[in-house]
């Protein structure tokens, strides 16, 4: 375990001894590193950090701004500890309901657990939909700069198959038992911009939620039927500005992403969609992150805005959000 994150944090001297007060040795060192597993709702960001960190000595670190608060965890789709096959989760479900935690929060938290984790030998691995929480640890702080060398892992599916795949989904999740999960905490004075209550699926209950019990069956089926609806087309319109955000922040950083199509995953079913997103997710990222720990010439680092890189993105998102919202 210690050979394997010493390997990647060797100290490298320099090749001119500099006089006077300065410390140049951040200059000099080479940087610890971090992964991020980016995406929209419903991609398999989880999985797939999951999946990174049974291959590496690996901790994960939520960056969704919703799962970060205990409870709704149906709502919230929060990975479950069979799920995580135990590997250890930070930011994840810590904080109160009904209180807030800002990009700044997640910088100074995620900024301590990436320590705690690389003191314990291991690579932190970062894994939300939330990419203002990632921009403002990798653009607004420049001790992170300093320090890190980043390997940023887009996993990506068609949008008309994304949103069908939420949509059943979101049914899934009815099943489970969302309604009643929303219903426990349903207050007719909740403010619905701050908390957990800014989740996908408990503003669109209100207006059901209020009226159930003065509505006749046939009605409140109704009621019910259109919620839901609402909250399949609102977690669509998410993953869509999802998007539209990591192309902003491509074209604005020139960041190195590695492009992972899980499309063809999402069209098959059972067996074959497990095959599949072995060879088209789990061994194509396994194999970049390990080339990204080991092979200094494939770094994929946090380039200066003046930095050009010759990349182009494998899809203009925009274009395609723009037609699956027509």
């Given amino acids: 375990m210690k050979v394997f994150m010493s390997a990647c944090k060797q100290a490298v001297q320099p090749l001119v001894n500099f006089q006077g007060g300065f410390n140049l040795e951040p200059f000099f060192r080479r940087k610890d590193k971090v992964v991020f597993v980016m995406g929209a709702t419903g991609t398999g960001k989880s999985r797939l950090a999951i999946d990174l960190a049974t291959r590496f000595p690996a901790e994960i670190i939520n960056s969704d701004k919703i ?51 690389l003191s314990r030998d291991r690579l932190p691995i970062i894994a939300g939909g939330s990419n203002s929480y990632i921009e403002a640890l990798v653009n607004d702080d420049a001790d992170f700069q300093l320090r890190y060398e980043c390997c940023f892992l887009w996993v990506d599916v068609s949008l008309p198959v994304l949103h069908s795949f939420v949509s059943k989904r979101v049914d899934r999740m009815v099943e489970l038992g969302l309604v009643e999960e929303v219903r426990r905490m349903f207050d007719p004075q909740a403010d619905y911009t701050s908390g957990i209550r800014r989740a996908i699926g ?125």
């Avoid at 999802?242 to 067996?271: C, P």
């Avoid at 080991?294 to 003046?306: N, R, S």
Wanted: one cysteine or more.
């Fill in 202 to 326: 408990v503003p669109e209950l209100d207006q059901f939620l209020r009226a159930e019990s003065i509505l006749d069956d046939k009605t409140r089926v109704k009621f019910l039927e259109a919620a839901i609806e609402k909250v399949k087309e609102n977690t669509c319109k998410l993953a869509c500005r999802q998007l539209q955000k990591i192309q902003r922040l491509y074209n604005q950083w020139k960041w190195s992403m590695h492009h992972i199509d899980a499309t063809e995953v999402f069209l098959k079913r059972g067996e074959e969609a497990e095959q599949a997103w072995d060879k088209l997710v789990t061994r194509p990222s396994t194999s970049m992150v390990r080339q990204f720990l080991y092979d200094e010439d494939c770094v994929a680092t946090i380039l200066p805005p003046e930095t050009t890189i010759i990349a182009t993105p494998p899809v203009s998102i925009a274009a395609a959000v723009a037609a699956a919202t027509r």
């Fill in 67 to 117: 799962q970060v608060h205990k409870g709704l965890d149906i709502v919230t789709n929060k990975v479950t500890e069979e799920e995580c096959h135990g590997v250890p989760h930070h930011l994840l479900g810590i904080i109160e309901p009904n209180a807030n935690f800002t990009s700044a929060d997640f910088r100074n938290q995620a900024s301590l657990a990436i320590e705690s984790i």
